[in-house]
């Protein structure tokens, strides 16, 4: 009945028509029109493809920038279903180390805390770092059998806080291996009756986290978790970034050493004989593993890439919060229609699209994966979050993070021109800019929250998974409009003196 309805009446326009009329359209310039509802939200589901050969619970991406994805991040994600790709803005060495340290865990967190030997002092309160507990081991690091622990609450209570953390340590002669999940732990202290305890690789019984109760009471009051994104060998989904230069070639074997699930060739104009080649390379080398070739915005690049042999679509250029390529460069295009535009040819070959960039509200991410992609990239979204890399700082009363474009001069000092393809340049020329984001709390609190406001969106459109929502695109029974700038001050809150913006 419904469908009969939308054949007697046409309303809107779709895709195909909007998309080619020479416009180039961002997510706010478009408006999809609702559809009908015949399905609870709790029905939608949001799995959907990474690449030809991965699957993920959630259609998350964190991006591969040094102030976005590094282990906890990767964790983070991967424990929501979702996934993060680590950047390359390091030494192939470091790069390895943050794999490893993903793939190690099976919890949904990296834990902080100091380590100390019997024979050491706790001389203040900071000796703690910010975690409640100093760990003792017995050389005072990570590689030493574990034989106690201080609180810092029993700290600040002893009268003589002069003596060695050996003459007052609690003991801790019980640990579990690292791959424990988080309610195998729990399991643990329960029928232990402890209050924390270490987790040790199986490998080079190495300390790899220390988990309390605290943390416990903590990741139980988030949103409750989905299917972890967890490969054949029952570790962590975890990618990463690598360039298409001769040197990464090293690189790479470094990754797959360390059990690398997916690579992302890490380039501004993806569509290059740099990027060509390393695909190929890449395919020959090591056929099993799965690359994500870009970043593109049109339909011949993307077809070039495919013929590459690209298991996924990176799409996107200067769309994102602190890059301005399109301003000095004058060459992108609008995140909308790049998404729309290298899907549609994407999908005739089975290569899932990532839309990177341009994502500042679940609506964006409604908007992208209905306009063809089958991932959103995010780098502003995620960046001020607790499991993003860097400290907290206090600028005029706001707690923020630093956030940086990787084609900031700043960035760049590390190596990430060449992502941009000016490495061997004599003269630098910026493609982003540095900034701060505000305090996000965790990743694992508000991306569940900004889920849930997406599977409302596809509700709305009448799609309860994201194939069906691809489908109602090609079949052109969704329609959308383009909006004014009117239309775009309606459609946020306006008209007020004061207001405060909650999502959740």
């Known amino acids: ?69 590094e282990s906890a991040m990767a964790v983070a994600m991967a424990s929501l279903g979702a996934i993060g790709i680590l950047h390359s803005n390091n030494s192939p060495s470091d790069q390895f180390s943050l794999l490893r340290s993903a793939k190690s865990r099976r919890i949904p967190f990296v834990s902080d805390f100091e380590i100390k030997s019997p ?43 002069d003596g060695r953390v050996g003459d007052y340590m609690s003991k801790l002669e019980l ?43 903590r990741i139980r009051g988030y949103p409750k978790m989905g299917l972890p994104s967890i490969g054949r060998q029952g570790e962590f989904l975890v990618g990463a970034a690598i360039g298409t230069r001769e040197s990464d070639k090293g690189r790479l074997e470094y990754l797959v050493k360390g059990g690398v699930d997916a690579v992302v060739l890490d380039s501004s104009q993806g569509n290059s004989v740099y990027q060509l080649d390393m695909i190929k390379y890449i395919k020959r080398t090591y056929p099993e ?82 306009l063809g992609a089958s991932t959103v990239m995010m780098g502003s979204f995620l960046a001020g979050s607790n499991e993003a890399p860097g400290a907290y700082e206090i600028q005029n009363g706001c707690r923020i993070k630093k956030y940086r474009g990787m084609g900031s001069l700043e960035a760049m000092t590390k190596g990430s021109d060449a992502r941009y393809l000016g490495d ?21 609190k508000f991306l569940p929250y900004t889920m849930q406001a997406v599977k409302q969106g596809l509700q709305d459109l009448g799609a309860s998974t994201l194939p069906s929502a691809h489908d109602l695109l090609r079949s052109r029974v969704l329609r959308l409009e383009a909006r004014t700038g009117a239309a775009q001050v309606e459609g946020g809150v306006h008209g007020l003196v004061s207001y405060e913006k909650k999502y959740f």
């Open 289 to 370: 593993l799965d690359v994500i070739g870009g970043n593109v915005v049109t339909m011949y690049q993307a077809q070039n890439l495919i013929q590459a042999g690209v298991d996924g679509l990176r799409v996107g250029m200067g769309s994102g919060s602190i890059c301005t390529t399109q301003e000095v460069c004058a060459v992108g295009r609008g995140q909308a229609t790049a998404v729309y535009k290298v899907a549609s040819i994407a999908s005739q070959s089975g290569v899932p699209v990532i839309a990177d960039g341009g994502i500042s509200n679940s609506g964006h991410i409604v908007k992208a994966l209905v």
């Open 119 to 161: 024979s050491d002092l706790i001389d203040s309160e900071s000796d703690f770092g910010s975690s409640s507990v100093v760990l003792v081991t017995e050389s005072g690091n990570r590689k030493s059998r574990v034989l106690g622990y201080v609180l810092k609450s029993d700290w600040t209570s002893l009268k003589n806080k």
């Open 175 to 217: 640990s579990v291996p690292s791959c424990y999940d988080l309610g195998q732990i729990v399991g643990f202290l329960a029928g232990s009756g402890g209050e924390l305890v270490p987790t040790v690789s199986e490998s080079d019984r190495q300390v790899v986290d220390l988990v309390t109760m605290e943390d416990v009471e």
């Open 424 to 444: 061997t340049a004599k003269l630098k020329i910026a493609q982003g800019v540095v900034g701060a984001v505000a305090d996000k709390g965790s990743v694992l």
């Open 1 to 69: 009945m419904a469908d009969a309805a939308r054949a007697a009446i046409e309303d809107g326009f779709p895709a195909d028509k909007l998309f080619n009329q020479g416009y180039s359209y961002t997510y706010d310039d478009v408006i999809c029109l609702p559809h009908y509802i015949d399905f609870p939200t709790d029905s939608v589901q949001l799995a959907t493809k990474l690449t030809r050969n991965i699957s993920l619970s959630l259609p998350c991406v964190s991006s591969p920038m040094d102030t976005v994805t």
